[in-house]
């Protein structure tokens, strides 16, 4: 995805947002509702957008869980998102692409060999893959994971023993720091955030629609 389309996007979002508060009573709860909406939805969309934004850096600093890469930087999972980003040393931004979660919780884990390990609740498998974000042979299958597995940790060795699979334990490291970029996605910054802008604008959302139910019935008396 080239940078236009990134500005023109955000341009477009802002416009709308515009259109959206006016005339209205609460600009800022409707704001608060358009950008909660527009961070919500993505939990679907994203991931099919498959390779499209795997140069693509999405807001990681609120990522569930960030462990030390071999080479020295570090993958983040993005678990709302089912998204996976892998940065550099420096802790710059090199790439991302999404696992194949179907939308339940996942974790990540490292392997002997420097493959990323991806296990999915609801798909049943675990995935392999590269740095650069391609899968290594076929997603191994799991029959039932084992209850003692902590869905809000990383795959860690000993979790669960599968044919081809060496685990290693991952060390963790700091999440991404905040940029520009990410400051301008705020809505992307994690679901929960886009969740609450929704309910706390919802009651004056309610209030605009019976405010003007009362001032209908007055007009028409």
Known sequence: ????????????????????????????????????VVGFFPLFILPGTKDLLNDFELPASFA????????????TAL??????????EDSSF???????????????GLTHDGL????????????????????QGEPLKVADWPKSMDWSDTLNPGEITLDGLDLVQPG???PPR??????LLFPLWH???????????????????????????DTGE
């Open 172 to 174: 963790t490291a700091p």
């Open 116 to 135: 990323v390990a991806v296990a999915s609740i609801r798909g049943r498998h675990i995935e392999l893959f590269n740095a650069e974000g391609e899968r």
């Open 64 to 75: 569930e869980m960030v462990i030390r890469a071999p080479d020295g930087g570090k993958y």
């Open 1 to 36: 995805m080239s940078w236009t389309a990134v500005f023109v996007s955000i341009f477009a979002c802002v416009w709308i947002a515009g259109l959206v508060v006016q005339r209205s009573r609460y600009p800022i709860a409707k704001l608060a509702m358009f950008f909660g």
């Open 94 to 108: 090199s790439n991302g692409w999404f696992p194949k979660t179907l939308g339940g919780l996942w974790q990540i």
């Open 191 to 217: 679901v929960y955030f886009a969740v609450a802008l929704i309910l706390l604008s919802l009651p004056f959302f309610i209030l605009e629609q019976l405010e003007h139910q009362i001032e209908d019935s």
């Open 79 to 88: 678990v709302w998102s089912s998204r996976i980003q892998r940065y550099r």
């Open 178 to 183: 905040l940029t520009w970029l990410g400051v």
